[in-house]
T-cell receptor
């Protein structure tokens, strides 16, 4: 039972353009969502988060959008840079405790 | 400000042995969670500790256990190792116990069981 899904395993984008990563969830009890960036053999690096009471959160080049009715969130990276090439994970959390449920990841390749 | 520190970074063990992994959270963080990453199963939650108490547990067998000390440092133990336990084990620390708190990860411990 995959409660958090990232349906696109990979994404290729030109440097300077927008990268859009998508994530769907099924559990309506999730109320906090996070995006992480990960390089091989390293721990995930926190990028940005959003609470279920908001529909948008922005931090520099990163913007996360949340559509609760559709149980869908997306991460926009503008402009994309070669250093953004990595695997991106969305994660969801419920009200109590720190138990993150992760999606399967999307590998992003930014071409110079 | 120091990040989350996990030791050791790499470990090779034989089937049937046991292993202990260590995690030192960010100073001031009281919640420590453990995750397992494998190519087949992705990132999966093992357990979470807050103030020395296990608050959440994932769907892993009893061979996987953990504890947290009064200084918030945490250890996880895997007994009777199996080949399938080969994975990257990640520790994450959070400041508070509630959900709307960012979790920061360590570099991980790569465990190989032969």
């Amino acid at each position: 039972d995959q409660q958090v899904k990232q349906n696109s395993p990979s994404l290729s984008v030109q440097e300077g353009r927008i990268s859009i990563l998508n994530c769907d969830y099924t559990n309506s009890m999730f109320d906090y969502f996070l995006w992480y960036k990960k390089y091989p053999a390293e721990g995930p690096t926190f990028l940005i988060s959003i609470s279920s009471i908001k529909d948008k959160n922005e931090d520099g080049r990163f913007t996360v959008f949340l559509n609760k009715s559709a149980k869908h969130l997306s991460l926009h990276i503008v402009p994309s840079q070669p250093g953004d090439s990595a695997v991106y994970f969305c994660a969801a959390n419920k009200a109590a405790g720190n138990k993150l449920t992760f999606g399967g990841g999307t590998r992003v390749l930014v071409k110079p | 400000k120091a990040g989350v520190t996990q030791t050791p970074r790499y470990l090779i063990k034989t089937r049937g042995q046991q292993v202990t992994l260590s995690c030192s959270p960010i100073s001031g963080h009281r919640s420590v969670s453990w995750y397992q990453q494998t190519p087949g199963q992705g990132l999966q939650f093992l357990f979470e500790y807050f103030s020395e108490t296990q608050r959440n547990k994932g769907n892993f067998p009893g061979r996987f256990s953990g504890r947290q000390f009064s200084n918030s440092r945490s250890e996880m133990n895997v007994s009777t190792l199996e080949l399938g336990d080969s994975a990257l084990y990640l520790c994450a620390s959070s400041k508070a116990a509630r959900a709307n708190t960012e979790a920061f990860f360590g570099q991980g411990t790569r465990l190989t069981v032969v």
